[in-house]
């Protein structure tokens, strides 16, 4: 479910809660996902997450802490 990713992707997800987003079983989603995108659900999640730190750090003179905790969710 890449929209949900896009939309909170700093909640902590799991590949079961992002299943159950797209109405499939855990398996089927990881499969069809990987297979559309390239990457399994999670790596795709953690590259989506680098690049938005990263733009952050480019557009908004942050130090990489302050990005980090601007985008943590407890």
């Known amino acids: 479910m890449l929209v949900a990713m896009h939309a909170d992707p700093f909640k902590r997800w799991t590949v079961?809660?992002?299943a159950a987003v797209a109405s499939m079983s855990r398996s089927i989603f990881a499969e069809r996902f990987t297979s559309a995108v390239g990457e399994p659900p999670l790596r795709y999640l953690s590259l989506w997450r680098l690049t938005i730190a990263a733009d952050m750090l480019r557009s908004g003179g942050?130090?990489?802490t302050e990005?980090?905790?601007q985008n943590c969710n407890p």
């Open 67 to 69: 990005a980090a905790l």
């Open 62 to 64: 942050l130090k990489v």
């Open 16 to 18: 079961e809660m992002l």
